[in-house]
């Protein structure tokens, strides 16, 4: 009898463990698990000033586009990230990169999303064999380097202010094929 009773004990106990394991599943749809799946991809895809890398030497010259332009490569300038002369016969403003704009390289990248609050999600639904699910969030930024907090580079670029914000709101689609919820390459 005492036989039964550690076997029913065991198997009760095997039971509760893999049940409480079954509710703390990576691949269930909570926000615990979205937000894991977001800050895992943020903290290898850094938030930059431009999706492509600029070629040095840039140069700014006179038309439409030039003054937004300008500004945005001044407050770089006056980041320290770069430096400005100017080539009066043509009238064009050439920017080469400082060392410290090397370091930054051609994107100037800021830091990287950190996830605050799952908002709001779509129900899962099965997309080329995986189940996919669009998902809105709050987010803090970290790791932002000291330039791209000056008030010259957050009236440039309107986007960077926003993500310093502490308001910043974002949206992804996460996708799980088994393993837990991921962003999907």
Same mark, same amino acid.
């Given at each position: 009898m005492k036989g039964t009773i550690k076997k029913q004990a065991s198997a009760l106990f095997i039971?509760?463990?893999?049940f409480s394991v079954g509710c703390s599943s990576k691949t269930k749809p909570t926000n615990e698990n979205f937000t894991a799946g977001l800050n895992a991809y943020y903290a290898?895809?850094?938030?930059c000033l431009f999706s492509s890398a600029l070629t040095f030497p840039y140069e700014v010259s006179p038309g439409p586009q030039a003054k937004e332009d300008k500004q945005r490569m001044?407050?770089?300038t006056d980041a320290g990230l770069m430096k400005r002369t100017e080539d009066r016969s043509i009238h064009v403003d050439v920017y080469a990169l400082t060392p410290a704009g090397?370091? *930054?390289a051609g994107r100037f990248c800021y830091g990287h999303r950190q996830i605050a609050t799952v908002d709001?999600?779509?129900?899962?639904?099965? &997309?080329?064999?995986?189940?996919?699910t669009h998902v809105t969030y709050h987010y803090t930024m970290m790791?932002?380097?000291?330039?791209?907090?000056?008030d010259e580079?957050?009236? *440039?670029?309107p986007d960077l202010a926003k993500a310093l914000s502490g308001e910043a709101t974002g949206e992804n689609t996460l996708a799980?094929?088994? &393993?837990?919820?991921?962003?999907?390459s």
């Open positions: 039971g509760i463990a893999l290898t895809h850094n938030d001044d407050a770089l090397e370091r *930054a709001s999600s779509t129900p899962p639904e099965k &997309v080329n064999g995986m189940l996919q790791d932002v380097p000291v330039w791209a907090r000056t580079m957050l009236k *440039a670029f799980n094929a088994g &393993v837990g919820w991921q962003v999907p």
